[in-house]
């Protein structure tokens, strides 16, 4: 599977974005997706994912410093993964990175566990 992020710029503080994860090839169904990112000089930490279970009920999982910030969610139809980014801090600025790992759950999903990435986007959040 290939996974195409987008949605990433620059932002003031308090701003909005919206990334996107396209996924070709397959769907997301046997799939957990996450968003990790990765600022510089620092390690790459898991920020938000979802994965799915029976009839596409949904799981999610967020960064402790971006919860009630972010939401992940999906258009299964288009093979998509969002992470809307509201209240957008400085702190947030990083390459932003989506991921999925094959017949994962987000509960236990980890860099380590990661079976494809994407190429990073940037977002850019200024003071």
């Known amino acids: 599977v290939q996974l195409q992020a987008s949605g990433g710029g620059l932002v003031q503080a308090g701003g909005s974005l919206r990334l996107s994860c396209a996924a070709s090839?397959?769907?997301?169904?046997?799939?957990?997706v996450a968003w990790f990112r990765q600022s510089p000089g620092k390690e790459r930490v898991f920020v938000a994912g979802?994965?799915?279970?029976?009839?596409?009920?949904?799981?999610?999982k967020y960064l402790d410093s971006v919860k009630g910030r972010f939401t992940v969610s999906s258009d299964n139809a288009k093979n998509t993964v969002y992470l809307q980014m509201n209240s957008l801090k400085p702190e947030d600025t990083a390459i932003y990175y989506c991921?999925?790992?094959?017949?994962?759950?987000?509960?236990?999903?980890?860099?380590?566990?990661?079976?494809?990435w994407g190429q990073g986007t940037q977002v850019t959040v200024s003071s």
């Open positions: 979802i994965s799915w279970g029976a009839f596409w009920s949904t799981t999610t």
């Open positions: 991921a999925a790992e094959v017949g994962g759950t987000i509960a236990t999903m980890s860099e380590k566990s990661v079976n494809y």
């Open positions: 090839g397959r769907t997301f169904s046997n799939y957990a």
